[in-house]
């Protein structure tokens, strides 16, 4: 068995906070899986076809002028903000999270990550707690989905 394949799972967004604000260099991938994207590390621009030097993915990363507000409300947003994915892209794309280093940006300015090590993967519970947070919020916030029938 592989060792992603035996990757942990992210059960709760509580769990997975504590872990963020623990680890640098955290990012979440939206993917089939670690495996796949493992042996290329290379992720693909859609628009053009042009390989990228690294994986696409998002930044866990707290900033700091976010201050003292909830760090549950940040990591939600970073979730929340691909979880159409899987409708529009591939029903088997799931999230996971990596540790790596950022080797460029990509066309939507996206860090490119390169170094990757595949940390565990985000249970479907925890996207939906992720949705239930950001809808929850004052402002309207909906998710990157670029699809003109989302």
Known sequence: MSTVARLPTFTSLDELTRFVTRRRFLYV????????????????????????????????????????????????????????LPRVKDARTRPWILHGSEAARGPDNEPLVRDVEPVGWIADCVIAEACRIVTAQPGRWGPLDRDPAG
Do not use: F, M, N, Q
Not at 51 to 80: H, K, T
């Open 29 to 84: 991938r939206w993917s089939r899986c670690p495996e796949r994207d493992l042996t290329a590390v290379s992720s693909t621009d859609e628009l053009t076809g042009i390989r990228l030097p690294g994986l696409s993915a998002s930044p866990l990363g707290i900033e700091d002028w976010w201050g003292e507000r909830s760090a549950d409300v940040w990591v939600a947003r970073r979730l929340y903000d691909y979880c159409h």
